[in-house]
Nanobody, 118 residues
């Protein structure tokens, strides 16, 4: 049973930054592709960014140039550095497995709330 623990969210003003962390309890983390997802009130969950085992990354158009995904295989952790935050980035952020062909396959964690407001 893979467990996901997200942290690092909070309240930030527009233009501010946050760094989210996701710790994944999986046996061979270095072989896992992981994504950050978000769900705003009344909206569907969407992929924000994904990172492959080799470190290649992809981003939603809405966050390109502002968000950076990275991983530390020694800590079983994936990070999401979020800069120049906008009110529309307000959502609960989750991590999960990522694939171009399959839906996320791990049980969802509790997520971490990000609120961008002045």
């Amino acid at each position: 049973q893979v467990q996901l623990v997200e942290s690092g969210g909070g309240l930030v003003q527009p233009g501010g930054s946050l760094r989210l962390s996701c710790t994944v309890s999986i046996r061979i983390f270095s072989l896992a592709a992981v994504g950050w997802y978000r769900q705003a009130p009344g909206k569907q969950r969407e992929l924000v960014a994904g990172i492959t085992p080799t470190g290649s990354s992809k981003y939603a158009d809405s966050v390109k140039g502002r968000f950076t995904i990275s991983r530390d295989n020694g800590k079983n952790t994936v990070y999401l550095q979020m800069n120049n935050l906008k009110p529309e980035d307000t959502a609960v952020y989750f991590c999960n497995s990522h694939s171009d062909y399959d839906p996320p396959r791990w049980n969802w964690g509790q997520g971490t709330q990000v609120t961008v407001s002045s």
